[in-house]
């Protein structure tokens, strides 16, 4: 198979991964009893069990590496303990659309800090481009929501849930980051993330002594908890593993641009979440940004002909 059809895969895997996650704060919307704190420990934490149990033989000897690594190894880990908490945390303060555009939103440009300033990659042109028409869209999506359907409707709420997201937004980069380094290293793309969200378990799965009153209050709940744990976590994050095996970290941030525009489509039909038309031009623009990531264009080739390889970027690298 060529490199090409390899990385097609990869973009076909984060999409789908996206589009799992999409669903989590519409899924998490039927268990209003259940707090933030606990969906996301219990989503992330059990998430990461069933990572752990689906990847035991790569981990086995994947082990030496790992271990060689552990400043991404722990950085990884503690990125996915905190992303659930201050990303569900967000959806409560500032609604299921806008937290979620907010929280995914930002990772792309987060995690291109990273690679620039710490792994010394380059940016493409199609990036650059991609992104900037995406982040118009993200952004006229995030002003369009009505008031009346955000949960907590003070000011000050909303600007918490906006720097809760920021910080989701964050962690999420780094953890996609430490992975794809990882990967680099020689490390299977399922003990990467599996030995990350493994050791994010052993903190969000104690955690929810505390916070988890209400999680088997009912059958509703149970069901909401479950589904959350298996199809976004443990199916999504199985996808996203992959992906990031033949792309870079931060294409597949972008590519999980669409998990906003899925949360939308969702809170619309089925919270009841309403928004003005400029947040279904914001979606097309999203769209749009993405359409450029996929899409050949010969002026991105000839731009990249231009551009000086880096020595340490592969040959998908950020295009």
Partial sequence: MTQQHLVLKGVLAIIVSSFLWGTTGTAA????????????????GGGGVLLVLHARRTLWLDRAILWANPAYLWAGGLSV?????????????????????????SAPLFT???????????LSLRWCVSFAIAA????????????????????????????????????????SWAAKHM???????????????????????????????HLLASPVNISVALYMAIVPMFLGYVG?????????AS??????????????????VIVGERFQW???????????GLMLQMVPLPVFRKSKARLPEAPSVSSSAMD
Avoid: N
């Fill in 251 to 268: 294409k597949a941030t972008l590519l999980t641009l669409i998990e906003p525009v899925v949360a939308m489509l969702l809170a619309v």
């Fill in 81 to 105: 303990a905190i992303y659930p908490l201050a990303f569900y945390s967000s959806m409560r303060l500032s609604g299921v659309a806008v937290g979620t555009v907010v929280s995914i939103a």
């Fill in 29 to 44: 919307s039927f268990a209003p009893d259940i707090s933030a704190l606990a969906i996301g420990a219990f989503a992330m």
């Fill in 112 to 122: 291109v800090i990273l690679e620039c300033l710490i792994s010394k990659k380059r």
């Fill in 183 to 213: 990967i680099e290293q020689g490390v299977h793309s399922r003990s990467a993330m599996s030995s990350m969200f493994g050791l994010a378990a052993l903190v969000l799965l104690p955690s929810l002594s505390l916070t988890g009153d």
């Fill in 240 to 248: 996203f593993s992959y992906g990031l095996r033949h792309i870079e």
């Fill in 278 to 288: 400029i947040g279904w031009l914001g979606m097309g623009l999203i769209l749009l």
């Fill in 136 to 175: 118009v869209g993200i952004t006229l999506l995030a002003f369009s929501q009505h008031q009346g359907t955000v949960l907590l409707t003070g000011a000050s709420e909303r600007t918490l849930g906006v720097l809760l997201g920021l910080m989701a937004g964050l962690s999420y980069a780094t953890y």
